[in-house]
Nanobody, 123 residues
Framework: VQLQASGGGLVQAGGSLRLSCAAS????????MGWFRQAPGKEREFVAA????????YYAESVKGRLTISRDNAKNTVYLQMSSLKFEDTAVYYC?????????????????WGQGTQVTVSS
């Protein structure tokens, strides 16, 4: 599966953005999906994940209550609604797809990655 992330940009602290990740192929609904981010000089970190049906979600503590992951299997797309953004949310955001099991937070459990989209939050 190929993933194409979009929706990043420059936003002021307290603002909102919605990231999208469009997947190719007919098997999107068989993949769990996740969002990760990587800030300059830091390791890639887990942000949020959603199961194949879209009825279970998982979040990093740092984003709970501010970011919401969702998916539309009919459109082969996963979303990350970001609100109350903080300067420390600045990073390149990557979407990823997984076909197996294991912890959602572990990037090694994902099989496919998108190219990333830059989110910059100005303080």
């Amino acid at each position: 599966v190929q993933l194409q992330a979009s929706g990043g940009g420059l936003v002021q602290a307290g603002g909102s953005l919605r990231l999208s990740c469009a997947a190719s192929g007919r098997t999107f609904s068989t993949y769990g999906m996740g969002w990760f981010r990587q800030a300059p000089g830091k390791e890639r970190e887990f942000v949020a994940a959603i199961n194949r049906r879209g009825d279970s979600t998982y979040y990093a503590e740092s984003v709970k209550g501010r970011l919401t992951i969702s998916r539309d299997n009919a459109k082969n797309t996963v979303y990350l609604q970001m609100s109350s953004l903080k300067f420390e949310d600045t990073a390149v955001y990557y979407c990823a797809a997984r076909s197996g099991s294991g912890w959602y937070e572990n990037p090694n459990n994902y099989n496919y990655w998108g190219q990333g989209t830059q989110v910059t939050v100005s303080s």
